[in-house]
């Protein structure tokens, strides 16, 4: 089961199955917490938080003024059509965003923001920025934090 391109295990006092010991405990718990820190910030958008995600990827889409695929959004997210498809409709209802068939293949489904969606996107600016200032985190800290994130999300993404 040992993987052998592994380290060696840890010392045998060190309890391995202790919770405080699991980076995946730490990861999930982080993530909680964080999360929870945006709510108040994202109210004031009256967006959730994974909301707040699909507005940021169509913002940084909205340079080339093409709308974006459902499916280019969920593998941006890293979610499946399911969870994302429900979140979009909440976003068309409130007239953020409007979902089109393609012209071209009636399967796919595009996603554009709408002017009020557009409008959003300077509201929206100070929340990071506030999220920051909250957690008394400084901008090369925190992308420090991304980078090793990031590294980290690859090697999970790659490893079979």
Do not use: K
Request: with cysteine; hydrophobic share 40%; aromatic share 4%.
């Amino acid at each position: 089961m040992r993987n052998e391109s592994c380290p060696p295990e840890a010392p045998a006092n060190e309890n391995l199955l202790a919770l405080d010991n699991q980076v995946c405990f730490a990861l999930y718990a982080v993530n909680r917490a964080v999360t929870a820190r945006y709510r108040p910030l994202l109210a004031e958008l009256d967006l959730t938080y994974p909301q707040y995600l699909v507005m940021l990827v169509l913002w940084e889409a909205a340079a080339t003024d093409q709308p974006l695929r459902v499916s280019s959004i969920g593998e941006r997210l890293r979610l499946d059509s399911g969870t994302l498809t429900p979140l979009l409709r909440r976003l068309e209802q409130r007239g953020l965003v409007s979902r089109r068939r393609s012209l071209e293949d009636e399967r796919v489904v595009m996603v554009a923001l709408t002017p009020a969606g557009e409008t959003m996107r300077e509201q929206a600016r100070e929340v990071p920025v506030r999220l920051l200032c909250e957690l008394g985190v400084t901008a090369d800290q925190a992308a420090r934090l991304r980078e090793d994130l990031r590294r980290l999300l690859s090697r999970l993404e790659t490893v079979e």
